[in-house]
């Protein structure tokens, strides 16, 4: 994961931060990735450029810590992996669950528009999207289906599960949220896509027994 620059001395102003990314998170949605500048950030957030670049190094390490804290919001981190007395099932209710609400998440929705929109004149914004989001969740579900499937997994047959999970959590309602589509799931239709979801990969992990 990829952490902002820090330097030597007083500690970073945690408010100061919070502006700084929700005045980029802003100017990414409106302006794009390559319209966005470090300037203009400052400006937005009402700080000086030098101390936009005192808590990020550069536009790529911002856009990256705007994608991992609206993950951080939703909960996607390594905290589930702190779990020892749990379960696959549990914990993929529970990860799936934040992961289709984040899905959910009309900025997020947005950002997934911006990076589509730029893929060609922006291909870098995609690269880091992908790496700080989905490439993100994929490997963290690798470990949990590592650690918490009942049969022992090879690295390669995790990677193959998490892949599978995730796309069977996207669904349909993605592209749709995307293409600007009726879209939304009710709290019940999410956790009923949720189990869904969870059944098939588990029928896979067990059609694979020897």
Partial sequence: MN??????????????????????????????????SMEMVAKQSGVSKQTVYSHFSNKEALFLAAIEDKCA???????????????LTSVLQERGLQIVKLLHDERV???????????????RAAEL???????HNLEYLAQY???FAKQPLT???????????FSLLKSEFHIKSILGLDFALSEAQQ???????IEQVE????????
């Fill in 109 to 123: 929705i947005a950002i997934y528009r911006v990076i589509i929109g730029e893929v060609n004149s922006s291909p």
């Fill in 191 to 197: 956790i009923a896509h949720v189990a869904f979801a």
């Fill in 129 to 135: 999207f992908y790496q700080a989001g989905p490439k």
């Fill in 73 to 87: 919001e939703y909960q996607l981190d390594d905290r589930h992996l702190e779990l020892e007395d749990s379960d």
């Fill in 3 to 36: 952490k902002e620059t820090t330097k030597a001395g007083r500690p970073k102003s945690a408010e100061k931060r919070n502006k700084i990314l929700e005045a980029a998170t802003d100017l990414f949605l409106s302006s794009g990735y390559s319209g966005c």
């Fill in 155 to 165: 690295e390669a047959l995790a990677d193959k599960c998490a892949t599978m999970f």
């Fill in 145 to 147: 289906f590592l650690k």
């Fill in 203 to 210: 029928r896979f992990i067990a059609s694979t027994k020897s």
